[in-house]
Structures are given as structure tokens and as C-alpha cells.
């Protein structure tokens, strides 16, 4: 089993999650206690990691501030699509409050200056933002498919209380999946400084390892093949033809198309490298690879994606934005009275007079999810 261990000058394994410099020992055939030293330079995230950092912070906290405020102040009744919106404009607003710690730590060369409670609550923060994220990106989406593909059958399914319902269990679910984070992160003292553990301390990471493997799989692979799913029988439900449908009709398909492909760029560009590059750097780390190009690329790799998924904080208010496109109702009333057509006229005006405020909500919640809100 390969041994790491530090070099006397530089930082111990994993000062803010990553190591600085590795040297590694070769078991010798001879048995000689000669040692091959590994040096992974990481000076430069002293000065990228403060910088994407800083600028996430601002730019987040400004369009998610104005999101929460626009939400807040218009009187209309929030509709489902917004109710998920909200809970994730909150998801990035609590992580965008914990970046000006770790800026201050790459800028004192990875010393922590917080206390434990506060290194916890930074890495526990990050990895709820990144996994609530992509569990309520999952939620609008079949939230999305419902309405373009079963438009009213599920409309019992699309209401208001069925959004907050949905929002509170996939809190829950994030909350149980990252407790462990908060036992695994911790401080440690090293070489007379005070470093917060992003992962785990070295003789806990293979059983970071298994825990981190398992997350993978719940947080990010099995919801974006979920996403995947959805978003490509919505693209096939509106490139299908429809009779008669006016010019205009075309053009908002055509808009909602975009959108779509849009939300799953900045999906992919947000959450894909960076599950890529961590799987990589675990890989490497636990099975201790001996060789040092590889570890130098895989702790590269791994640093320069993690603002990626910071950066969702900054991308997700722009779906708040796409949401006030300009009013499609023309092609909304068309796409219904062709899922609706065994109705007639009258049964249609009394049944639509009937309906409640939730299921008059899950209508309008048809229109947003055509619209590719």
C-alpha cells in the first residue's frame, strides 16, 4: 500500500481539500529508505480560487437578491415553477454567505481563522447548494414534462401545495444524504497553522471515499438521467406537428426548444465537469497512484471545476428570468384544445368554470412549462 506523506515545508494532505505537495514513498525492493518526492505546485489557487470566488459572491448576491425582491413584491399568487425557483434562489443565496470565508482563507495561504463550527458549516453549505440544486432542477423538470406531455392529467399533481410538499421533501432528502459531511469536515493544526478539511483528514478518506461514491450516484447521476429523460420527450412533444397551428406557434415552439437546450447547457457546463474532476481526484487519491503527472493533473482538474458549481449560484436566477418571456397564450389555448378535444364548447367553458384556484394555477403552469420556463 502506497504511503503519502508531506513534505516538512509544505501544507499537510488537503489544506482546503486539496493537497499541496505529496511525497511519496516507493517501497524499495532493497529495502532502501530512499524516498521520490511528488510536488503538486499550488500557489496559482491562491490567486484563481479568491478571484472566481469574489466574483461569484457579488454577482450571486446581486440577481439573487433581485429575484427574492421581485418574487416578494408582486401581489399575483406564486405559481409552482416560481415556488421551485425560490427554494433554489434560497439554496444559493445561504452557500453565496459562506464564500467570503474561504476568500480570506486562500488568501492567507489556507490557514483557517474560523473555528471548527464554522469549517463545518462552510463545507456542509457548498454541498447542500450543489445538491439542492440539482434535486429541484430535477423537480422543475418533470414539473416541465407534466405539463407539455400530460397536460391535464396531471393537473392534480401540478398544484401549489403539491410544489411546497415537493420542495420540503427534497430538503429533507439533502439534509439526511450530507450529515456526514458535517462529521467528515473538520480542523486540524499543521505545522502551526489551523487547515478545514473540505473531504476528510488522510486516515478517514477511504471511508470518505465509499460515502462520496454513493452521493455521486443519488445527488448527481440518477437526477440527471432524470433530467435527460424529461427534457428529451418535451423536445420530441413540441418538434411533433400540429394542425393548424399559426405561424406565432411555430416561433414559440421553436423559443421553448431553445430554452430547454439552454437550461441543459448550463446544467451540463455547472455540474458535469465538476462531478468528472472530483471522481477523478478520489480515484487517484485512493488508490494512491504512484505517478506524479497523474496526481498533479487530477488535483488541477478538481480545483479549477469547483467554481463551476459555485457558479449555478449565478446561472440559476437567469431561469427566473426566462420565466417573464413575453405572453404565448395564443399557442397555449391551441396545444390545450388539441389535448381536450372530446370536450365540447359548453362542457369546456362549465368545466373551466369549475375548477379551483389550484387547478386554475396548474393551467397557468401548462402555459410556463410549454413556454420551457
Known amino acids: ?21 505529496l511525497e511519496i514513498k516507493k517501497p524499495d525492493l532493497n529495502a532502501s529508505k530512499e524516498q521520490n518526492a511528488c510536488y503538486v505546485s499550488e500557489r496559482y489557487k491562491q490567486v484563481y480560487l479568491p478571484i472566481t470566488y469574489s466574483l461569484i459572491f457579488i454577482l450571486g448576491l446581486v440577481l439573487n437578491g433581485a429575484v427574492v425582491w421581485l418574487s416578494c413584491c408582486q401581489t399575483k399568487p406564486w405559481s409552482c415553477a416560481t415556488i421551485y425557483l425560490m427554494n433554489l434562489m434560497v439554496a444559493d443565496l445561504l452557500y453565496l454567505l459562506s464564500l467570503p470565508f474561504l476568500v480570506v482563507t486562500y488568501l492567507m495561504s489556507d490557514t483557517w481563522l474560523f473555528g471548527e463550527m464554522l469549517c463545518r458549516l462552510v463545507r456542509f453549505l457548498f454541498y447542500t447548494n450543489l445538491y439542492s440544486n440539482i434535486l429541484l432542477l430535477t423537480c422543475i423538470s418533470v414539473h416541465r414534462f407534466l405539463g407539455v406531455c400530460h397536460p391535464l392529467s396531471s393537473l392534480p399533481y401540478r398544484t401549489r401545495r403539491r410544489a411546497w410538499q415537493t420542495a420540503a421533501a427534497t430538503w429533507t432528502l ?10 467528515y469536515s473538520r480542523t486540524k493544526y499543521v505545522n502551526g497553522r489551523a487547515i478545514c478539511y473540505d473531504t476528510t483528514s488522510p486516515e478517514n478518506f477511504d471511508r470518505f471515499f465509499a460515502y462520496g461514491v454513493v452521493l455521486t450516484f443519488s445527488g448527481f447521476l440518477f437526477p440527471s438521467l432524470i433530467i435527460l429523460v424529461c427534457y428529451s420527450l418535451m423536445v420530441r412533444s413540441l418538434t411533433s406537428p400540429v394542425e393548424n397551428l399559426p405561424e406565432a406557434g411555430y416561433l414559440a415552439r421553436a423559443k421553448s426548444i431553445r430554452t430547454i437546450l439552454l437550461v441543459c447547457s448550463l446544467f451540463a457546463l455547472c455540474f458535469v465537469p465538476y462531478h468528472i474532476a472530483r471522481f477523478f481526484y478520489f480515484v487517484t487519491r485512493f488508490r494512491n497512484s504512484r505517478d506524479c503527472e497523474l496526481l498533479s493533473a487530477a488535483s488541477l482538474a478538481y480545483k479549477i471545476c469547483r467554481p463551476l458549481a459555485s457558479m449555478s449560484s449565478c446561472l440559476n436566477p437567469i431561469l427566473y428570468f426566462l420565466s417573464r418571456g413575453n405572453n404565448r397564450a395564443q399557442l397555449f389555448q391551441k396545444l390545450r384544445q388539441n389535448k381536450d378535444t372530446t370536450l365540447q364548447p359548453d362542457q369546456r367553458g362549465s368545466k373551466e368554470d369549475a375548477e ?16 420551457g420556463i
Not at 515545508?9 to 482546503?16: C, F, G, K, M, T
Not at 439533502?174 to 462529521?183: A, D, G, H, I, W
Not at 397557468?364 to 412549462?369: L, N
Open 356 to 371: 379551483n384556484a389550484e387547478e386554475e394555477d396548474g393551467n397557468d403552469e401548462y402555459q410556463e412549462a410549454i413556454a
Open 1 to 21: 500500500m502506497l504511503n503519502w506523506t508531506f513534505l516538512p515545508e509544505e501544507r499537510e494532505l488537503e489544506a482546503d481539500s486539496e493537497e499541496a505537495s
Open 174 to 183: 439533502v439534509v439526511l444524504q450530507l450529515l456526514p459531511t458535517l462529521v
